[in-house]
């Protein structure tokens, strides 16, 4: 299967509904306000970090994928995996931040420096990747097996884009109203319907 516009579009948006990142955002934002600091130039540092991050973890998967020359079967364990993923979220399985990395983000999100914010967002991107990358799995191997060098490139940028848009989203909408944030939290937090969305995109790999 081509990995075209549309099937990464799809997994790019199941992926953005990421609880980890978007909580761990409204945290920031709601100290920086509290403390009367520069929300979105300091903010924006965090959601630059995550973006940093989820680029160099597709660099590494798709070098690592053409070392070790993995056949194209490797697209159907990535469905797998992004089909597990959603099964999981419909029985309330947590998958996220594991206990013992926040007390070190919250030392980051008081700490509210640029620099303090970058590391926040390379953390964040890490140690949600194993949990929630499902989707994102699946399009590096799909890139892998049928893409040029160069059309990865561009498709991982693009893929990225959307995945930090509803962070990009949320800040802004922060600045304007609270409540509207707020709501839009909740909406994209729906365990239900990403999960359904994973379980549909893998079951349609599989199928093609």
Request: hydrophobic share 55%; proline share 5%.
């Amino acid at each position: 299967m081509d990995p075209s516009l549309s099937v990464v579009t799809a997994a790019a948006i199941i992926d953005s509904f990421n609880p980890c990142a978007i909580s761990v955002l409204l945290l920031t934002i709601g100290f920086l306000v509290h403390a009367q600091k520069k929300v979105i130039p300091i903010a924006s540092t965090y959601i630059l970090g995550i973006f940093a991050t989820y680029i160099l973890i597709g660099l590494g998967v798709l070098r690592a994928l053409s070392f070790f020359g993995f056949p194209h079967v490797l697209s159907k364990f990535g469905a797998a995996i992004l089909i597990i993923t959603g099964f999981l979220g419909l029985l309330k399985v947590p998958l996220g931040l594991p206990a013992f990395i926040k007390p070190h983000l919250a030392k980051l999100i008081h700490t509210s420096t640029y620099p303090a914010m970058f590391t926040l967002g390379i953390l964040v991107g890490l140690f949600e990747f194993p949990c929630t990358g499902g989707p994102y799995l699946l399009i590096l191997t799909l890139l892998h097996d049928k893409s040029t060098l160069l059309q990865g490139a561009l498709y991982l940028i693009y893929y990225n884009l959307i995945f930090v848009s509803p962070l990009v989203l949320i800040l802004t909408l922060s600045t304007v109203n609270s409540q509207l944030s707020t709501k839009l939290q909740s909406w994209l937090k729906s365990e239900t319907i990403s999960s359904l969305a994973m379980i549909i995109l893998g079951a349609i790999i599989f199928m093609l």
